[in-house]
């Protein structure tokens, strides 16, 4: 930690804000889904496309299944049921005569046991966007919500295939050295000598390989059920009796991507890839590897008529009091954050205990002074990242809190939040919906 990290362990007290509340049409659907139940926490089975659709192959369904699924689950009322996965186990079970009388159906009750069935309706597709509706039939039946059209990119071009073969091979390789397996932790793939955007991507692709290895005929009709989990923070740095997988990307000098992958059971490595070349030109991503800051800048999801940061200077001088000016839509619910070269960052609002006070205002105000705080005086030279979430709405519960944990308050310095835990904030934060986010860099000389 340095710089501008250790000026904000000193902080004051905020001024007042006003809210408002945005929705986007899963949420809004959402909404009218708890309606039709009447309970705001909602358990839904999932099934997804018909079977029978020609839109999307298999695998692109799939993919869009676990996006809405992740999507509903970033809400913090979801909760969901596997009922795509019980229907397909009577379908495996009937057709070779192995289920009970009675089981199946009972089974596919208890899957549906929820408050709603969400079907995948009015498929579309242009170039690399799906389109479709969810469909909600409540429980009961006398309520249907149906939403309006949801787009979601999908892969298309050779290189995901060519991405995917590689992931499948060592899921299969995987299955081969420990034919018991029973769970899997994913951690981050990491970039060599620094962090790059196609992690993130080739972590998705390793996650629907062993989806489908999880929904294969062989544990399907077995019973041999395999719980895919996303390690913890600090989680991928210890030695774990669950199996964990290690996955590297790099980008050499003529422009080359290169992955590697492993699992590991403890200090034993299993089923290792070894490098391969790999086309990421279908994953969407930037393969450009970045020291952490520039990467954070780079991957920001930034509407800068929705909100934004400028300093009063760039660079500042030595001496100089911080200044901040961040400009957005009166209301809007700010999270903020100074991150450090080196992975860690500290919180700097909201400030625990005065939480409804880090409203933006109209016309917006400057950090620290406009919230209240004390005057932050850089005396001395380093590079951070002042960074700030905005939303109208509320934060999921359990991230709001988690991020609270972190922050200041009158009488208690922020945390130091470790690497693992800012990615994962990183990755959590840009997944709710309706977020935006606003960066930029605070240099001293």
Same mark, same amino acid.
């Given at each position: 930690?340095?710089?501008?990290?250790? /000026?904000?362990?000193?902080?004051?007290?905020?001024v007042?804000?006003?809210?408002?509340?945005r929705?986007?049409?899963?949420?809004?659907?959402?909404?009218?889904?708890?309606?039709?139940?009447?309970?705001?926490?909602l358990?839904?089975?999932?099934?997804?496309?018909?079977?029978?659709?020609?839109?999307? /192959?298999?695998?692109?369904a799939?993919?869009v299944? +676990?996006?809405?699924?992740?999507?509903?689950?970033?809400?913090?009322r979801?909760?969901?049921? &596997?009922?795509?996965?019980?229907?397909?186990?009577?379908?495996?079970?009937?057709?070779?005569?192995?289920?009970?009388?009675?089981? &199946?159906?009972?089974?596919?009750?208890?899957?549906f046991?929820?408050?709603?069935?969400?079907?995948f309706?009015?498929? /579309?597709?242009?170039?690399?966007?799906?389109?479709?509706? *969810?469909?909600?039939?409540a429980?009961t039946?006398?309520? @249907? &919500?149906?939403?309006?059209?949801? %787009?979601?990119?999908?892969?298309?071009k050779?290189?995901?295939?060519?991405?995917?073969?590689?992931?499948?091979?060592? !899921?299969?390789?995987?299955?081969?050295?420990?034919?018991e397996?029973?769970?899997?932790?994913?951690?981050?793939?990491?970039a060599?000598s620094? =962090?790059?955007?196609?992690?993130?991507?080739?972590?998705e692709?390793?996650?629907?390989?062993l989806?489908?290895?999880?929904?294969?005929?062989?544990?399907?009709?077995?019973?041999?059920?395999?719980?895919?989990? @996303?390690?913890?923070?600090?989680?991928?740095?210890?030695?774990?009796?669950?199996?964990?997988?290690?996955?590297?990307?790099?980008?050499?000098?003529?422009?080359?991507?290169?992955?590697?992958?492993?699992?590991?059971?403890?200090?034993a !490595?299993?089923a290792?890839?070894?490098?391969?070349?790999?086309?990421?030109?279908?994953?969407?991503?930037?393969?450009? !590897?970045?020291?952490?800051?520039?990467?954070?800048?780079?991957?920001a999801?930034?509407?800068?008529?929705?909100l934004?940061?400028?300093?009063?200077? /760039?660079?500042?001088?030595?001496?100089?009091?911080?200044?901040?000016?961040i400009?957005? @839509?009166?209301?809007?619910? *700010? =999270?903020?954050?100074v991150?450090?070269?080196?992975?860690?960052?500290?919180?700097?609002?909201?400030?625990?205990?005065? %939480?409804?006070?880090?409203?933006?205002?109209?016309?917006?105000?400057? =950090?620290? =002074?406009?919230?209240?705080?004390?005057?932050?005086?850089?005396?001395?030279?380093?590079?951070?990242?002042?960074?700030c979430?905005?939303?109208?709405?509320?934060l999921?519960?359990? +991230?709001?809190?988690?991020?609270l944990?972190?922050?200041?308050?009158?009488?208690?310095?922020?945390?130091?939040?470790?690497p693992?835990?800012v990615?994962?904030?990183?990755?959590?934060?840009?997944? !709710?919906?309706?977020?935006?986010? &606003?960066?930029a860099?605070?240099?001293?000389?």
């Open positions: 930690m340095s710089g501008l990290l250790r /000026s904000l362990l000193v902080v004051g007290l905020l007042t804000g006003g809210g408002a509340a929705a986007d049409a899963l949420s809004t659907w959402l909404d009218n889904v708890a309606a039709c139940s009447g309970k705001r926490d358990s839904l089975a999932v099934v997804g496309f018909d079977t029978g659709q020609q839109v999307l /192959s298999r695998t692109q799939d993919e299944r +676990l996006a809405i699924e992740s999507r509903l689950q970033s809400e913090g979801v909760r969901l049921a &596997a009922s795509g996965d019980v229907v397909r186990i009577k379908t495996l079970r009937d057709s070779l005569n192995l289920q009970k009388p009675g089981e &199946a159906e009972a089974q596919i009750r208890r899957a046991d929820g408050d709603a069935s969400v079907f309706a009015e498929p /579309s597709r242009q170039e690399d966007k799906a389109s479709f509706r *969810l469909q909600a039939i429980k039946g006398d309520c @249907k &919500a149906t939403s309006a059209p949801i %787009e979601i990119a999908i892969r298309t050779p290189g995901v295939v060519d991405v995917d073969q590689v992931m499948s091979r060592a !899921v299969e390789n995987l299955v081969r050295a420990a034919p397996l029973k769970r899997v932790d994913i951690c981050p793939f990491a060599a620094g =962090y790059s955007a196609c992690s993130a991507a080739l972590g692709r390793l996650l629907l390989a989806d489908a290895e999880s929904r294969s005929d062989d544990r399907v009709l077995r019973s041999r059920p395999l719980e895919i989990r @996303k390690a913890a923070p600090g989680q991928c740095a210890a030695s774990s009796g669950e199996v964990t997988t290690r996955g590297r990307f790099a980008r050499d000098r003529d422009g080359q991507s290169w992955m590697e992958l492993e699992f590991r059971r403890g200090d !490595v299993l290792p890839t070894g490098r391969n070349r790999i086309p990421v030109e279908g994953l969407g991503c930037d393969p450009a !590897v970045r020291p952490f800051l520039e990467h954070v800048a780079a991957t999801g930034s509407d800068r008529a929705r934004a940061l400028l300093p009063a200077a /760039s660079p500042f001088m030595k001496g100089r009091r911080l200044d901040v000016r400009e957005g @839509k009166a209301g809007m619910k *700010l =999270y903020c954050w991150l450090d070269s080196d992975g860690t960052a500290s919180v700097v609002l909201p400030v625990r205990g005065e %939480e409804n006070k880090s409203v933006l205002r109209a016309g917006g105000q400057s =950090y620290p =002074y406009g919230f209240g705080l004390t005057d932050i005086v850089l005396d001395a030279a380093f590079e951070n990242l002042f960074a979430f905005g939303m109208e709405a509320d999921p519960a359990a +991230l709001r809190q988690r991020w944990k972190a922050a200041p308050s009158a009488s208690d310095d922020a945390a130091t939040l470790s693992d835990e990615l994962d904030l990183i990755e959590k934060l840009r997944a !709710v919906p309706g977020v935006v986010e &606003a960066t860099p605070i240099v001293v000389r």
